[in-house]
């Protein structure tokens, strides 16, 4: 079983729909996670990092964190095409999931 | 300082040979990552060092890779022997511990090797 597990998609949402991304963690004791984006031939890039069961919010982004059902997910508001890449699901100690592809569809 | 440095971008060796891959972290940071990816997996952990320890390997890490940090600042990956299981595009990131929940880790654009 993978430390951080992941859909790998790819899930494709309409412009201007809320995409949903999720990732499960099988360590209970795992504090923090990181969200990144990969666009296609490029480095990942940080979106958010939570540590706090609940909601943080980040202008369309918003991360959620429930360590009682050890898993984050990760909601796009107002999805644009631009949104369209890999998204990666970190633990703090930064041991990634597979990514999830998303296609925001014009 | 232009972000997180690696060099070279892009490597072709045959099966056999050694390569060295160079990362210069952020000026300041004291946390640095390798990773491997390859096409459609997300990066996976090879080692961590915090200023010049190497505080992580991965079990997964056969002894044919191996990485330094000397002194404190750039570090090098090296594989010995390359197979063709090898070829990846290897990341380094880097991060100034107490930072990291602002900014995160600032990876590099990376190298890509192939091994024929």
């Known amino acids: 079983q993978k430390e951080v597990e992941q859909n790998s998609g790819p899930l494709s949402v309409p412009e201007g729909a809320i995409a949903s991304l999720n990732c499960t963690y099988s360590?209970?004791?795992?504090?923090?996670f990181f969200w990144y984006r990969q666009y296609s031939g490029k480095s990942p890039e940080l979106i958010m990092f939570?540590?706090?069961?609940g909601d943080k919010e980040d202008g369309r982004f918003t991360a959620q964190l429930n360590k009682a059902s050890q898993y984050v997910s990760l909601l796009i508001r107002d999805s644009q095409p631009s949104d369209s890449a890999t998204y990666l699901c970190a633990r703090g100690d930064m041991r990634f999931g597979a990514g999830t592809r998303l296609t925001v569809k014009p | 300082d232009t972000g997180v440095s690696q060099d070279p971008r892009h490597k072709i060796t045959k099966r056999g040979q050694n390569v060295t891959f160079r990362c210069d972290p952020i000026?300041?940071?004291?946390?640095l990552y390798w990773y491997r990816q390859t096409l459609g997996q997300g990066p996976e952990f090879l080692t961590y060092?915090?200023?010049?320890?190497?505080?992580?390997k991965s079990r997964l890490l056969s002894d044919r890779f191996s990485a330094e940090r000397p002194k404190g600042s750039f570090s090098t990956l090296e594989i010995q022997r390359t197979e063709q299981g090898d070829s990846a595009m290897y990341l380094c990131?880097?991060?100034?511990?107490?930072?990291?929940?602002?900014?995160?880790?600032?990876f590099g654009s990376g190298t890509r090797l192939t091994v024929v």
């Open positions: 990131a880097s991060s100034l511990t107490g930072t990291v929940k602002y900014y995160g880790y600032t």
């Open positions: 060092f915090q200023n010049e320890a190497q505080l992580e």
């Open positions: 000026s300041e940071h004291n946390r």
């Open positions: 360590d209970r004791g795992s504090q923090s």
């Open positions: 939570i540590y706090s069961n």
